[in-house]
């Protein structure tokens, strides 16, 4: 029997509580009891199972024996005190908290070493995916050379309604909040800052050495409008943000950016709150997952298989990675590149013979009134912005939007 | 440091011993030491790294000291003594062998249960892929209701050559010989005793009794013909050998057999010898993995894993699906399906009357002299085969031919 305090009963710590209950039923080996639980609002609990071990006193929760503390209050107040507080203690800590990993990891892995326990966080990075423990366990004879990922929900929300409805970008937010795939204050989400949390885990896992988020070159979806899904649909492509990061010697280059994603690509199947990563190691090559990336039931799956790996397997894997080391971080890959670019301009009969004779290998989309598509081909980033400021100093151009495709 | 002794040094053998000096030069804790590599040929091995510690004598290897056994042979025997004797000795065993798992992972995963041993298997299943240990660990908190998957690499090349070339079964089967796809002697592969193998390993961990793969249904994909492609791409499909098990209450429905993908599905772009497995559980819903199934390197980097599983992490996972208790095997589901129906016949017209008459809800495919083709939707296996009976009593009917098709 193994004893938890669990810190938040929202939509993870339901979930992870009808767990608990449904697998004690069936095996009496996973005996699971749950001490304590932490929240904020006791009153609006009073109906729930196990409404006697709640509390809104955390030094309750401290003064109980258990054995492990699960996270999943969410952000870095006052959750970051509560799992340092507890690896200090020598108790191990299962979190989903990609905000506190993202941001305190290098620290809270240290302690967890010094004290010989663990900290475990499958559940931060695509919600029921299994995705840190086949990172950090089953490919660590790879050194990994790629990530690819949709790992942001509620952006591939919008961006499918987007894409399915013909619906501005607004409406298709405004859609994801009413379902509660988007919270009342989107930025995180949908100005990237959330995929770039994940994405810098991932990156420290695989990289070996810490990958900062702050480092990494964001840029939302809330520019993305319906005719950027038209250009998109004419090319045979969707619209999704991409979490990508690449290593190449002691270089890293990662940006979390919306592209264009061909039908060809994996990706172009990931809709809605559905994501998937792409991993690629020099030995295994390339591997592919895809799942349920938020929920009330995948993402306490996760939690659930955390749990059960300190309580029942031992598996003791220690997390070096999140040092003081940092790597360096670039923006732009030399790789020649494809791209969408959406030229507005009083003069399209012009434009279009300018374009004809500065792009070669480009192929002009001629949707929209008052304005020019291309999709470019064969150019590095920096070649193709070098054209594209001198293009900008032409008379009748009035803005110039660029869109990376990715195949 | 950890010793292990190594038994095979062909494909396998020799990617391990790759990634575990690339790993030790670039990391010193991740130093693992081979004490002895078992062989039948020595003489084959001359020029080979670790030169000095071949031997075509197993007493050898017995008397050396080390941790872990390794058993990357392949086939029942001697593989199995070996690694009975090694468990029996108290010795952790890694082993990229299905046919043994499949065959007596009862008595051994028992005998490693009883000595404090662990028994590690990644390899055994989907190659380079981590299955294995997502499904016994990270969805630990899930009843699994389906495993899909594409997980023989052979059949898969073969199928795609018949696919993109419009060739016959022969001569596909010819070039994945020539290419090192397929063995001399195919069988294993081609009539899905290989996939059921496979199958049955997954079921077993899934579903948390045993499923024998002697009891699965199984069809090879011998009998698949230019003209079945044909069909296949008229109605946008592919054809993939699809292993298939399903829990409901307490019967398990289990098959391995050539059938029509779906342009729409992920394992429609599960080409050559990739592998691609579905999983669906209770609480995170549907998780695809894909990746490759086959191979040097990805096939080493699961053996890797485990290796360093238990040699670091000190991973001791306890697996007790394995047991006498077996579960009982159906083979016709009660879901209603779709399936392409191919009808040699003398009468064209007269069939095609009468099948208009037979089958409501069909589309007709006339692609071919003497026959026509049905896709028909919404009967459970059982209604169509009885049809099919009446079908067969038609004097102008041949031949009829049936195959399923999965969206
Ligand atoms: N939801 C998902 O799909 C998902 C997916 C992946 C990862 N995650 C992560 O899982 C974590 C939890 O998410 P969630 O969706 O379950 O959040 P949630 O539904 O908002 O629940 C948060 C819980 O924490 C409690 N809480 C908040 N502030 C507190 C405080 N200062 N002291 C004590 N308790 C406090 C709340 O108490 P009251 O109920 O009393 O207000 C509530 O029970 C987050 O880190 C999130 O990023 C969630
Ligand atoms: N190859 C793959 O892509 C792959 C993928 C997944 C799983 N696997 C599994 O991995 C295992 C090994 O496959 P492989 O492709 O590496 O096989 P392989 O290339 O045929 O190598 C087999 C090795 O075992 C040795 N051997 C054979 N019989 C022996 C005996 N009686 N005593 C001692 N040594 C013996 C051979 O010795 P000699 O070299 O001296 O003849 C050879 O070194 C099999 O279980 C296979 O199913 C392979």
Redesign the pocket.
């Known amino acids: 029997m193994k004893r938890i305090a669990l ?7 339901t979930g992870l509580v009808e767990l608990i209950e449904k697998n004690r039923e069936k095996d009496e080996k996973l005996n699971i009891r749950v001490e304590a639980i ?4 006791k009153e ?2 009073n109906n729930k199972k196990l409404n006697q071990v709640i509390t809104e006193d955390c030094e309750e929760v401290f003064s109980k024996d258990w054995d492990i503390l699960v996270e ?3 952000g870095i107040n ?1 959750a970051y005190s509560y799992v340092k507080r507890a690896l200090e203690l020598g108790k191990h800590v299962v979190t ?3 905000d506190l990993i993202a941001e305190y990891g290098e620290e809270l892995f240290q302690i967890a070493k010094d004290k010989g326990v663990a900290l475990k966080f499958e ?2 990075v695509a ?1 029921g995916i299994p995705i840190i423990k086949p990172l950090t366990e089953s490919l660590s004879g790879n050194d990994i050379k790629s990530i690819k990922g949709i790992i942001n929900g509620t952006t591939n929300f919008i961006l499918s309604k987007m894409y399915e409805d013909g619906v501005e970008y607004g409406e298709a937010l405004k859609e994801a909040q009413d379902r509660g795939f988007a919270e009342a204050n989107p930025d995180a989400d949908v100005l990237g800052y959330d995929a770039a949390r994940k994405l810098a885990i991932l990156s420290t896992l695989a990289f070996k050495k810490r990958v900062f988020w702050k480092d990494i070159k964001v840029e939302g979806i809330t520019s993305i409008d319906s005719k950027d899904f038209a250009y998109a649909k004419k090319a045979n492509c969707k619209i999704k943000l991409l979490s990508y990061s690449k290593k190449e010697e002691n270089r890293v280059f990662a940006t979390v950016k919306p592209v264009l994603i061909d039908s060809e690509s994996d990706f172009y199947r990931v809709n809605n709150e559905i994501n998937s990563v792409i991993l690629s190691g020099d030995a295994v090559g390339e591997l592919v997952f895809k799942g349920s990336g ?2 009330m039931l995948p ?1 306490a799956s996760a939690v659930y298989g955390d749990i059960v790996d300190l309580a029942f397997n031992k598996n003791n894997v220690v997390i070096n990675s999140f040092s003081e080391d940092k790597l360096s971080v670039e923006h732009r890959s030399e790789e020649k590149i494809q791209s969408l670019i959406r030229i507005d301009t009083d003069n399209k009969k012009e434009l279009i013979l300018e374009l004809n004779n500065r792009f070669t290998a480009a192929e002009l989309l001629d949707l929209f009134d008052n304005e020019v598509a291309l999709l470019v081909d064969g150019y590095t980033e920096m070649e193709l912005e070098e054209r594209l400021i001198t293009l900008k100093q032409l008379s009748y151009v009035n803005r110039v939007k660029r869109i990376l495709k990715v195949s």
Chains 1, 2 share one sequence.
């Open positions: 810190l938040g009963y929202g939509v993870v710590g932490l929240v904020k609002h609006k609990h999943v209050i969410g006052p989903a908290n990609k559940a931060s919600g938020a929920g993402t």
